[in-house]
């Protein structure tokens, strides 16, 4: 674990302490039998981050959690593998999967080495994954390895702008307020025992997916339904509704 880079063991040690907080989510969300997305739980139907047929495809989590995503996946017929930083969430996924009797393979690792061959998936997903806890200059060239030609990649995080407007304390939601410069914001820490948290801006997002061999198809700012609730502290559902707080990016690996 030593010759893993600062920032990875650092979000693995926060995240197999958070582990047990997200069981009971995780256990909702593999029981649902239509997939909802993100911190308002905004349908598929809406979004339209799963290929409409994944019978038969290669598809990859990067950064799984307690995989209910990959479950969706492997309902809707793909060969699917999940790769998670954290044990302990992992050992939910594994638990989920013996309960739902759904099988597929889980890696504990680093979405930015994922230890697979080039070339090995035709789909990409990442939500609130990889796309926030993993160093974006080391996941996404690592996404373009992994992806065959003309494959997507779909991540779904934080809107640069919430990142703006974020408090630094705990609990106290998003205002009004820029709270920290734009120019130079990528790598963002919270005090206190917190992970650390990856907010390139949308010109930094860019320049990387097309360096990395990516087509931009799509950049959806996510708008939550006005009865829409979250568990999450950070937000306000009236924040959301004038200010886009999550962000879908849909690329394509060029052919």
């Keep these: 674990m030593n010759d893993l880079p600062e920032h990875v063991r650092r979000n693995r040690a926060a995240w197999d302490a958070w582990a ?9 969300a593999w029981t649902r039998p239509h997939p ?9 139907s809406e979004l339209a981050l799963l290929p409409a047929d994944l019978a038969g495809q290669d598809a990859i989590e990067l950064g799984c959690g ?12 793909a060969r699917v593998v999940g790769i998670d930083n954290s044990e ?24 930015e080495t994922v230890p697979r061959p080039d070339a090995s998936f035709d789909f990409a997903i ?31 995080v934080n809107s640069f702008l919430m990142a703006l407007c974020m408090p630094d304390e705990d609990g106290v939601a998003a205002t009004d307020r820029l709270r920290r410069p734009a120019f130079g914001l990528y790598r963002l820490e919270f005090p206190g025992e917190f992970g650390v948290e990856f907010h390139p801006s949308h010109g930094d997002w860019i320049r990387l997916l097309l360096r990395s061999g990516f087509e931009i198809e799509d950049l959806i700012e996510v708008r939550p339904h006005a009865d829409a609730t979250t568990r999450y502290p950070f937000v306000t559902v009236d924040w959301a509704r004038q200010w886009p707080s999550e962000e879908v990016w849909k690329v394509r690996k060029r052919a």
């Excluded at 047990?20 to 909702?28: C, K, L, N, P, V």
């Excluded at 909802?36 to 598929?44: F, L």
């Excluded at 307690?66 to 017929?77: E, I």
């Excluded at 302990?88 to 013996?98: K, N």
């Design 20 to 28: 047990s907080e997200y069981a009971a989510s995780g256990e909702r």
């Design 66 to 77: 307690t995989a209910y995503v990959c479950a969706w996946m492997a309902r809707r017929g």
């Design 88 to 111: 302990a969430q992992l050992a939910t996924a594994r638990r989920l999967q013996i309960e739902h009797g759904l099988g597929f393979p889980l890696l504990h690792g680093n979405a």
């Design 36 to 44: 909802t997305w993100g911190i308002w739980g905004v349908p598929e």
């Design 126 to 156: 990442s939500e609130y994954g990889a796309c926030l806890w993993a160093d974006p200059r080391r996941w996404v060239p690592e996404a373009a390895r992994l992806l065959r030609p003309g494959g997507r990649l779909v991540f779904l």
